[in-house]
């Protein structure tokens, strides 16, 4: 019994890690490792797309403010052609003064020929005569009356042009101001970009730092994997030389058995009739130890068939 035990325990194998549980662990990693190149391109792609959206928005609000512009231009075309317009009306009205045209238009008509020439005239002429002569003392009065038309006329056209300038003065001020909110927006579109482009920039680097530490990780532990398993290989060729030796030592003790023990010089005493060899039994060991073997050279996870 102590010969079988010691036996067995020769035979006890140290716990080892599979190779094939290695090999799907160094998949894994690199399946990991492939993983986070795919999402770190995925994200090179999202970033691109983010760039030209933010450079079509640029692009957009750099047309907006150009044609702000030229609204701008249009308008203060507009304003300085009304302006002029009404500054000539306003000089042309400044010259005109009604009591002092009323005046001299009375003046001229009394220092005229045909005043004197009227005056001079006997009462004893005819009625039409005379009415002839009234309607041209009344000539200065109408006179008037049509220069104050033409004044009120000229004062309308004045109002109406200064309501108009005044129109176009608020719509000056609306596309001024109009202006000004498109240039605020513009800006503050600008800035948004500026941030949220600098924001995804380093987003994008600091995903990608992400990305290169986890890949870097990931090659070490693989590295690791490796290094481990070609450590195990060689621990499991020593093994099989250790298994194999003992086989061999198995072998012989069996064949040792099967001929018969050897004749061992005993001390003087009673002669003990020598122990049959019971072929049954040694049948039994042998294929125990086959089995133990077997088990032996199986790495585990790879049950043997059968």
Request: charged share 35%.
């Amino acid at each position: 019994m102590t010969g079988r035990g010691s036996l067995g325990d020769s035979f006890r194998v140290h716990p080892l890690l599979s190779p094939s549980v290695l090999a799907a662990q160094t998949r894994a990693l690199e399946e990991k490792a492939k993983l986070a190149q795919v999402q770190q391109d995925a994200l090179k792609i999202a970033c691109n797309k983010e760039k030209d959206t933010e450079k079509a928005d640029k692009a957009r609000i750099e047309a907006e403010n150009k044609q702000c512009n030229m609204d701008k231009l249009s308008l203060f075309g507009e304003h300085q052609l009304v302006s002029n317009e009404l500054q000539r009306v306003r000089d042309l009205c400044a010259k005109v003064d009604k009591e002092q045209l009323s005046a001299r238009v009375e003046q001229i008509w009394r220092e005229s020929l045909i005043y004197r020439n009227l005056d001079s005239i006997p009462f004893y002429y005819s009625s039409e005569m005379e009415k002839m002569a009234r309607h041209c003392r009344e000539v200065p009065r109408i006179v008037i009356e049509k220069v104050d038309s033409l004044a009120r006329e000229l004062k309308s056209g004045i109002d109406q042009v200064a309501r108009e300038n005044t129109e176009l003065q608020r719509q000056k001020e609306a596309g001024a101001k109009a202006l000004a909110a498109c240039k605020e927006e513009k800006e503050k579109v600008a800035k948004e970009t500026q941030e949220r482009l600098q924001k995804l920039q380093e987003d994008c680097v600091k995903q990608g730092r992400l990305a290169m530490e986890e890949k870097a990780a990931l090659q070490r532990e693989k590295e690791a994997l490796i290094k481990e398993l070609e450590q195990k290989k060689e621990e499991l060729i020593l093994v099989k030389g250790q298994l194999d030796i003992n086989k061999a030592t198995l072998d012989t003790c069996i064949k040792t058995k099967a001929q018969g023990m050897p004749t061992i010089p005993r001390p003087p005493g009673p002669v003990v009739n020598p122990t049959r060899v019971d072929l049954a039994g040694l049948e039994e060991f042998k294929k125990r130890m086959l089995e133990l073997y077997q088990k032996a050279n199986v790495p585990p996870g790879n049950p043997a068939s059968g």
